[in-house]
């Protein structure tokens, strides 16, 4: 089987992470955020993933030719020339899709963070016989996105109904596909959305399916939401593989250390915490719901909170970093300095504190 996955563009809502590396490849519970999906498709039988990008397509491809030995599957670019939208690339990438083996093709959206059923929406695809199947998930305020109306016992698919006003039912689309060749049939070489000119188009030919994604979904594509999502992402791992997780006194809730990161003595970390390859948590540090990304050194007596340390940063002692704040790759904040919603380019050294959000260039 073919996977194709929709890397897209420069990645704005994750700056100043994305200035350093484009976003498939900025760290999301210890790796990339791409490489969640790779393994999962890997695990379901996938032996070739086709990239889908417009945007440094070098530096993808360098950095995955690592792993494209370590777990023995075939990765590949499809270069836009320009931006094509969520259904052009799959046009553009039409020959590396299709293999004559009649096999159904993935496609993910790079953002898209779950438990990735993919074993199960195969089985799902194949019983209900359809061209397309569309995960899925459920929602709490459906009027702010773009809502699939389906029949609850068997997943067909009605229409979609974008921003409703009206309830209409609770379900959107999670960006996980699983399509037949002969949908490729359907779309031209031009900018096209797949959820507007696609989907309706297969759904009116009563071939298109839904099925609802269990477990948990989260869009990580921007800081609040990469926050939030971390903790879904825990919360599944002390569910399905509760070993990962790190355990002691100095620990509280779920959280994720890497076996090459440091801790001192008198620390309290957690909830919701991870701590990447190389870091250093001096003594007495506080942490919770945060990502301290590789190589990073949190000094004695700090305190993080809702915020993402970049690669290689430093926080000082006694400093104290919270609401949103975003470092890129080798800030330095100083000691005893209070950042309040920063968002600080990379190579920056803050020697005062930020009072309130701002980005400090």
């Not at 700056?15 to 210890?30: G, I």
């Not at 809502?147 to 959107?172: A, L, S, W, Y």
């Not at 440091?262 to 948590?281: K, N, S, W, Y």
């Not at 540090?285 to 915020?307: D, F, G, Y």
């Amino acid at each position: 089987m073919k996977a194709l996955i929709l890397v897209g563009g420069f990645g704005t809502r994750l700056r100043p992470l994305t200035l350093s590396v484009p976003k498939p490849l900025v760290d999301f519970a210890n790796k990339p955020m791409i490489l969640h999906q790779i393994e999962a498709l890997k695990d379901v039988g996938v032996t070739e993933v086709v990239l889908a990008i417009n945007y440094q397509p070098e530096v993808m491809l360098n950095f995955l030719k690592d792993f494209e030995s370590k777990l023995g599957i075939k990765i590949t670019c499809s270069r836009e020339t320009e931006p094509l939208g969520t259904a052009g690339p799959l046009a553009l990438a039409r020959d590396k899709l299709i293999d004559g083996s009649g096999e159904p093709f993935f496609v993910l959206n790079s953002d898209v963070i779950s438990e990735y059923p993919f074993a199960e929406l195969i089985r799902f695809h194949k019983s209900r016989g359809s061209e397309a199947t569309i995960m899925v998930t459920k929602v709490e305020e459906p009027s702010k996105y773009g809502v699939v109306v389906m029949e609850e016992e068997t997943g067909k698919v009605d229409r979609f109904v974008e921003k409703p006003q009206m309830f209409v039912g609770n379900k959107i689309n999670a960006g996980i596909y699983l399509l037949n060749p002969s949908v490729l049939d359907r779309i031209e070489l031009k900018p096209t959305s797949i959820e507007k000119e696609v989907f309706p188009k297969i759904a009116a030919d009563q071939k298109l399916y839904a099925m609802v994604l269990p477990g948990f979904w989260m869009d990580i594509g921007q800081p609040k939401d990469y926050i939030a999502g971390l903790r879904l992402y825990l919360e599944a791992v002390r569910r399905r593989k509760p070993y990962k997780l790190a355990v002691g006194p100095h620990i509280v809730g779920n959280v994720l250390v890497h076996e090459s990161a440091v801790i001192g003595e008198g620390c309290l970390i957690g909830p919701d915490v991870a701590i990447g390859p190389g870091c250093v948590v001096e003594d007495g540090v506080r942490l919770s719901r945060c990502t301290v990304m590789r190589a990073a050194r949190i000094k004695k007596h700090s305190c993080i909170s809702s915020s993402i340390i970049g690669w290689h940063s430093t926080v000082g002692q006694w400093a104290r970093v919270e609401n949103m704040t975003i470092l890129g790759e080798d800030v330095h904040v100083c000691d005893e300095v209070y950042s309040n919603g920063g968002v600080v380019l990379p190579h920056k050294e803050i020697k005062s504190s930020i009072l309130k959000p701002a980005i400090v260039m």
